[in-house]
């Protein structure tokens, strides 16, 4: 367990993703045993969002949150808003859509409030201090308990803390941030820099990239695999280019290192995000009980992760140069 940034928020090192659990297109009782499995193996946060399946996966988690009948405190239930519907009214992170589209995910979720409600994206359209006080009214009014940013920029992410100082109001604690072996530079750079400054917290999604970090495509596209599922052209394609190509290569080389190690190629890129000092946690996804069990698996691997001499090797192959704290 970590805390979210400053705040005295526990979470697990390892959280559920229902974006990649959800997506595939799995049976509810399928989903449901993942969601179980994870629970029972420590994990506490569960991150969904609005646009999720269409809203479809917010309302599976909280069918299966509520048939378990787990305690609440015990959970950490995050969310994230921006793209709720078709409607101009539906989508974004005006006052309107914060407050509707958070009521719309409690109420698909069959819960009071999130432990935590990210915005998923940054929204020029909308003035800061509106998204600020929004935020800031959601928290009041008990319908989540803090809140963050995904995929924003240092300097967005500076302003909604100025603008919270400036009229006090509630800071965001956390961003959500994608890391791995080959997109390093937000989780490395700026938001470690964040962290000291303002306390700014990180949580990261996508360790395996898709799955390109899986190890699953260095000999082609097996037939079950996502690059083959209709709507995942663009995935198939980015493996397929000539940038994607030198990506499996040096997955290749990572891979000698996995089994040194006696992990999978899976089992080493999820451990080494999640031995980044500044990250509170990192979200998974699965679609087969083996595949969740193989990830969870990852935190048994943190200690060999964690060495210098395999970081350094891991870098030697990637071509980055970070030091062992993961600082460029």
Not at 116 to 125: E, T
Not at 176 to 198: D, V
Not at 224 to 240: D, P, T
Request: charged content about 20%.
């Amino acid at each position: 367990m970590r805390n979210l940034g400053r705040s005295g928020l526990r979470v697990s090192c390892i959280g559920l993703g229902t974006w990649a659990t959800f997506a595939n297109q799995i049976s509810d009782e399928l989903a449901e045993e993942l969601v179980t499995i994870a629970y029972e193996n420590g994990v506490n946060l569960f991150d969904t969002a609005e646009v999720y399946a269409s809203g479809k996966a917010e309302i599976l988690l909280g069918k299966i949150i509520k048939k378990k009948k787990w305690r609440r405190s015990a959970l950490v239930i995050t969310t994230k808003l921006y793209w709720g519907g078709v409607a101009e009214t539906e989508r974004g992170l005006s006052r309107k859509h914060i407050i509707e589209g958070l009521n719309g995910s409690l109420q698909r979720l069959q819960l009071s409030y999130v432990d935590v409600v990210f915005a998923n994206r940054s929204d020029p359209k909308t003035p800061m201090e509106e998204i600020v006080r929004a935020f800031t009214h959601v928290i009041n009014q008990g319908l989540a308990l803090y809140w963050g940013t995904s995929r924003w920029s240092a300097a967005e992410i500076m302003e909604a803390h100025s603008v919270a100082r400036q009229f006090n109001l509630i800071p965001p604690i956390a961003e959500q941030a994608e890391y791995h072996f080959f997109q390093r530079e937000t989780a490395e750079n700026w938001l470690p820099q964040l962290s000291q400054k303002i306390g700014v917290g990180m949580l990261t999604w996508s360790p395996l990239a898709c799955g390109i970090i899986s190890g699953k495509y260095i000999n082609g596209f097996p037939m079950n695999s996502r690059a083959e599922i209709k709507g995942f052209s663009w995935l198939k394609e980015k493996i397929a280019s000539e940038s994607g190509k030198r990506q499996q290569a040096k997955l290749m080389e990572l891979q000698i290192i996995a089994d040194r190690i006696g992990c999978t190629l899976g089992q080493l890129a999820i451990a080494w995000c999640i031995r980044h000092e500044s990250n509170s946690g990192v979200l998974i996804g699965a679609s087969s009980v083996e595949q969740l069990y193989e990830n969870l698996k990852s935190l048994s691997f943190l200690s060999h992760v964690t060495n210098s001499k395999v970081l350094k090797e891991v870098d030697t192959v990637l071509g980055t140069g970070t030091n062992s704290n993961g600082n460029l």
